[in-house]
């Protein structure tokens, strides 16, 4: 075992590390397929089926081939109708859009009700 100066023992005695966690909660299952995604600004994305989001709603889209720069942003949308909302970005310059990907609704952050904190 190798022996800790005294100035390294006094240090470790008074560190404090405080834990804090948040997860984002992001559903997977039965997300709605996007169809096409348009290139205009704001970008208008189009759905297979009704995606059910509304004014305010945070979407995650991942699997898109094409206009890969979407993958795995978040965006709040603005419902247009049943199957297009619309996104705050403008897509007027990016790649056309090939096919796949999905609109993932964010739907909470946990809140963690007190900090973790370890003493060593």
């Known amino acids: ?3 800790t100066s005294a100035a390294l023992a006094q240090h470790i005695d ?6 804090a966690m948040c997860v984002k909660l ?3 299952k039965y997300q709605p397929q996007i169809l096409r995604i348009y290139q205009l600004n704001p970008c208008v994305v189009e759905t297979l089926w009704a995606h059910d989001y509304i004014d305010g709603d945070t ?3 991942v699997g898109v081939r094409g206009m890969t720069a979407l993958n795995h942003q978040e965006f709040t949308i603005l419902r247009l109708n049943d199957y297009q909302f619309q996104i ?3 897509a ?3 790649p056309p859009y090939e096919g796949k990907g999905e609109a993932r609704k964010v739907i ?3 809140q963690f009700v ?3 904190t370890l003493d060593f």
Not at 14 to 19: F, P, R, V, Y
Request: one cysteine or more; charged letters at 20%; glycine letters at 0%.
């Open 88 to 90: 705050n970005v403008d």
């Open 26 to 28: 992001i559903l997977t």
């Open 59 to 61: 979407i995650r889209i």
């Open 114 to 116: 007190r900090d973790l």
């Open 92 to 94: 007027s310059a990016f």
């Open 108 to 110: 909470a952050f946990t």
């Open 1 to 3: 075992m190798k022996a």
């Open 14 to 19: 008074q560190e404090c590390t405080t834990l």
